[in-house]
Structure formats: structure tokens, C-alpha cells
């Protein structure tokens, strides 16, 4: 399995500010996909934002953006003008040509009001 | 269009009980996947499988097995429940073109197992 490690167990953000999650992750392919999965207390998996490895164009949606730096093998989550329904556990993941999905140990997002 | 559907939702077993995590969806995807997620780590896979008939190991396999005998289900069988196979269950599913690995992957809302 692909590691994928996320350093930030916990992060915590004022509401309208902006957070950055990081990941990295360790492959020797170059045809992959990239993904944030958001979960909230009740454990349902939403995808956030996905990015393909070929594009060199940073994925976004709405308020949630990526800084995709392959050579690196990083690939943050920015959340800009963070709102309350924000906070829940954020999951990096990568997936190669033989489907296997692989997570990172998570990260936790508090929102302060 | 019910997407991925996973019963039961919550189930306490016994040790060395057998059981059926029950999965089907319903959008004809060749994909599907059995993922545990514990405390402190991220979704790890069990067991997928790119197709009916065929199925093949993931990350965490033992203890589980699989089968694959029509497109829409796939079910994880526990075949004598441990307490340390307590954790919660995730199903998921997706077409699988070649090439298109990134599909979207749909979930289901999670089994909650616990083994006493």
C-alpha cells in the first residue's frame, strides 16, 4: 500500500479564517489521483476535492482549494473563510491505476465561533 | 437511487461468532471495497474487487473473506469475530474503466461492529 501521511492530528481555526491541512504522500507511479475526504461526527466519508496527477492546474471548490506540488509529493487542503460546518476529521487519500485507495491517519478541524 | 447501502449499521458479536457485513449499490460499478477504520488511522483496506467473480486482498485481510457472485453485491464475512476486529466498517464502490482511477468512489454510511 501507498503511504500517505498527514502530520497534523489536530488544527483548529477561527471561523471566516482560512486553514491549510498537509499531506504527503510516497509513490514511484505517475499516474495517480489525489483526494480530501471530509468527515463529520457522523462517520459518512464526503469527497471534498480530487486532483489528477497529469493536470499541473490546482484543483478547487468553492471555499476549498489544493496546493499540488508533485515532485514534492505534497498535497495540502486549503479552506478559506472557514464556516462551522467545517469541522469534522479530514482525510488525504491517493489512488493508483489498480484502485486501491489509501488514507492518511486523518486530521481533526475545529472551528471556533 | 439508494447508492451504496451497508447493513447492519451496528452489531455486537461474541468472540468467535461469524458474520456478514452486508453491501450492495446500485449503479453498476465493476469496483467495490471493504475498508476498517479504527481510532487514530485512517480507512484501511480489507478486501476489493475490480469485478464480479473476482475478488483479492487488501491491506488487513485476515480474519475476512469475500465474494463476489453478482455486480451490485459484496459482502465481508467474519468468520470468528475477535475483539480486536472491533471497528467500524466502510463499503465502497466505483466504475473502474481503465484509466479512470479517478472515478468517484462512493461510500456507504458505515457499520458500526463491536466484538465482546
Known amino acids: 500500500a501507498q503511504t500517505v501521511t498527514q502530520s497534523q492530528p489536530e488544527m483548529s481555526v477561527q471561523e471566516a479564517e482560512t486553514v491549510t491541512l498537509s499531506c504527503t504522500y510516497d509513490t514511484s507511479e505517475s499516474d495517480y489521483y489525489l483526494f480530501w475526504y471530509k468527515q463529520p461526527p457522523s462517520r459518512q466519508m464526503i469527497l471534498v476535492i480530487r486532483q489528477e496527477a497529469y493536470k499541473q492546474q490546482n484543483a478547487t471548490e468553492n471555499r476549498f482549494s489544493v496546493n499540488f506540488q508533485k515532485a514534492a509529493k505534497s498535497f495540502s487542503l486549503k479552506i478559506s473563510d472557514s464556516q462551522l460546518g467545517d469541522a469534522a476529521m479530514y482525510f488525504c487519500?491517493?489512488?493508483?491505476?489498480?484502485?486501491?485507495?489509501?488514507f492518511g491517519a486523518g486530521t481533526t478541524v475545529t472551528v471556533r465561533a | 437511487n439508494a447508492g451504496v447501502t451497508q447493513t447492519p449499521k451496528f452489531q455486537v458479536l461474541k468472540t468467535g461468532q461469524s458474520m456478514t457485513l452486508q453491501c450492495a449499490q446500485d449503479m453498476n460499478h465493476e469496483y467495490m471495497s471493504w475498508y476498517r477504520q479504527d481510532p487514530g488511522m485512517g480507512l484501511r483496506l480489507i478486501h476489493y474487487?475490480?469485478?464480479?467473480?473476482?475478488?483479492d486482498q487488501g491491506e488487513v485481510p485476515n480474519g475476512y473473506n469475500v465474494s463476489r457472485s453478482t455486480t451490485e453485491d459484496f459482502p465481508l464475512r467474519l468468520l470468528s469475530a475477535a475483539p480486536s476486529q472491533t471497528s467500524v466498517y466502510f463499503c465502497?464502490?466505483?466504475?473502474?474503466?481503465?484509466?479512470?482511477?479517478?472515478?468517484?468512489?462512493?461510500f456507504g454510511e458505515g457499520s458500526w461492529l463491536t466484538v465482546v
Open positions: 465502497a464502490s466505483s466504475y473502474s474503466d481503465t484509466g479512470k482511477a479517478g472515478n468517484t468512489i462512493y
Open positions: 487519500a491517493y489512488r493508483s491505476g489498480d484502485y486501491k485507495l489509501s
Open positions: 474487487s475490480v469485478g464480479a467473480g473476482i475478488t
